[in-house]
């Protein structure tokens, strides 16, 4: 299986301070990987050198074998969704001219997206169950119909990776386990690789394959459940965390792993 | 009203407030939805500095102030990056070392005349021939540009992080949409002048803000409340004997509050 994402050594210093020291880090084709780690931990930093957006201190950074600033010219290669908070929720436009937005690149410089393009977008509404409210403003959808619009928008331009920062943020508990289960989905039906940071690390555990505890050094990675234990955990919050687990092993994890 | 527009100084102020209301039309529905009125009121303020220039050097000053207003809006978005100071204090900076300028230019020149209220308070009835091929060049060539970059500045309005990430030359159209904001200015303020210009950047996109159901509603919106605003300022003016372009800056408010009133009741 080859890599969709390799970081060997890497570093990153923001104003004479470490925000991420020594990073080792791969990621497999068609895997879901969750970022967890305390606010100001590096998560949303590495998640910007994946993207390009920042260049290493130290290091390097390779996806899908090459560099993150040559993707960037690649058409489709990162579906990528930012946190909802830098985003006007009253932003004057349908879900679907959102969801368009993902065909900008293809449609290419100083062209408006045409007709194909179109049909994508839909068919990335649909995807994403939120089809009949192509018509409908933006500003007037929940958190969590606005973020299946974000992920529909991330998926018309044919990805071949999707980055989620920080996605299950306005959106209530329930709403929460039915997107990462839609997540969960769409890993299997598309073969999509997933990189998604959160600090939800009850949840989280249950839906992705591997896990990455981050707080300026990764302190794991590997097994979702083998990141629940005292040691994992105190290293990424400090020394008061209490561990509560309800059974040894966790049934809804099983049987959506099965 | 047909006694009005028999007299060739109303003809001509029509036709250079019609293509300036479109102009900031446009540009308004950026400046609004980007959060940027306070660059507009900024750049606009700097102006000042570059009709002093072009006073003291005997350089058309409309000219000197595009030139000067450029480097200021460049110069804003530098000093803020550089020297990692947020936008704001990088505006209030600029904005008062400007006035400053044009202020210790004028004395040096001993001629506050005239000539100079007309570009502080706008003077659109006595614009001459060769402003209005001035304002018609410059609106065209802006007013091009922002619509075939319209997709990439919609994005970049939308998310600068996602526009990256797709791909587009976001530092590029930054500094370009600042460019097309200066020229804007400078080709307003004989209109509504350097201290109300900021009105037609910000109260016609705003006007739009209250209605639109996306971009192009809200740029078509922008330009009407701009293009009423305009032509109904400059009758009320000869009607009632008051100053051009406070005569518009009032008609556009009082369209903002009766939408914003009218949105309300809704």
């Known amino acids: 299986m080859s890599r969709a994402i390799k970081m060997e050594d890497l570093s990153v210093v923001i104003k004479g301070k470490d925000v991420l020291k020594n990073i080792n880090l791969s990621l497999d084709k068609g895997i879901f990987l969750g970022i967890v780690g305390p606010n100001g931990g590096g998560k949303t930093t590495l998640v910007r050198t994946v993207l390009g957006l920042l260049r290493p201190t130290t290091g390097t950074v390779s996806v899908f074998g090459r560099s993150p600033e040559s993707l960037l010219t690649e058409d489709g290669a990162f579906g990528y969704l930012p946190q909802q908070q830098n985003i006007d929720p009253n932003f004057p436009a349908t879900a679907l001219d959102i969801a368009l937005m993902g065909r900008y690149r293809s449609a290419g410089a100083l062209r408006w997206p045409g007709k194909k393009d179109r049909e994508k977008a839909v068919q990335a509404l649909s995807i994403m169950g939120v089809e009949e409210l192509k018509d409908s403003q933006y500003s007037q959808l929940s958190g969590g119909q606005q973020q299946r619009i974000s992920i529909a928008r991330a998926l018309a331009g044919d990805p071949k990776i999707l980055i989620l920062d920080e996605p299950s943020t306005g959106i209530d508990v329930v709403g929460q386990e039915d997107f990462y289960h839609l997540l969960k989905g769409l890993q299997k039906k598309m073969n999509l690789t997933i990189l998604m940071v959160s600090h939800d690390i009850g949840t989280v555990t249950t839906y992705v394959d591997e896990i990455a505890c981050l707080n300026i050094n990764l302190y794991y990675h590997g097994n979702p459940l083998g990141a629940l234990n005292e040691k994992v955990l105190t290293s990424l919050y400090g020394k008061n965390v209490d561990v509560l687990m309800h059974t040894d092993v966790c049934d809804k994890c099983e049987r959506l792993r099965k | ?266």
Not at chain 2, 17 to 39: A, N
């Open chain 2, 1 to 266: 009203m047909p006694e009005a527009l028999a007299s060739p100084f109303m003809q001509k102020a029509l036709m250079a407030g019609v293509l300036v209301s479109l102009l900031t039309g446009l540009i308004s529905t950026f400046i609004v939805l980007r959060k940027m009125s306070f660059v507009g009121a900024g750049i606009s303020h700097a102006a000042f500095g570059g009709v002093a220039i072009g006073f003291y050097a005997g350089f058309n000053p409309l000219m000197a102030a595009v030139v000067y207003a450029v480097i200021v809006a460049i110069g804003i978005e530098t000093t803020a990056k550089k020297g990692r100071i947020s936008e704001d204090v990088s505006i209030g900076i600029f904005y008062s070392i400007s006035m400053a300028i044009g202020i210790a230019l004028v004395s040096l020149s001993q001629s506050y005349n005239i000539d100079l209220f007309g570009y502080l308070f706008g003077n659109i009835l006595a614009i001459t021939h060769d402003e209005i091929v001035l304002t018609l060049i410059t609106s065209a060539v802006v007013i091009a540009i922002i619509l075939f970059f319209l997709k990439e500045l919609f994005l970049i309005t939308y998310n600068e992080e996602l526009a990256r990430v797709s791909g587009i030359r976001v530092n590029f159209l930054n500094i370009l949409f600042l460019v097309a904001l200066s020229v804007s200015i400078v080709v307003s303020i004989r209109i509504v002048g350097i201290i109300m210009v900021s009105a037609l950047l910000v109260v016609p996109g705003a006007t739009a803000r209250l209605f639109a159901k996306g971009l192009r509603s809200m740029i078509a919106i922008s330009c009407a409340a701009g293009l009423i605003s305009v032509v109904a300022g400059l009758f009320l003016s000869y009607q009632y004997d008051i100053a051009p372009g406070a005569g518009i800056v009032l008609t556009s408010a009082m369209i903002f509050f009766t939408s914003l009133f009218l949105k309300k009741k809704e």
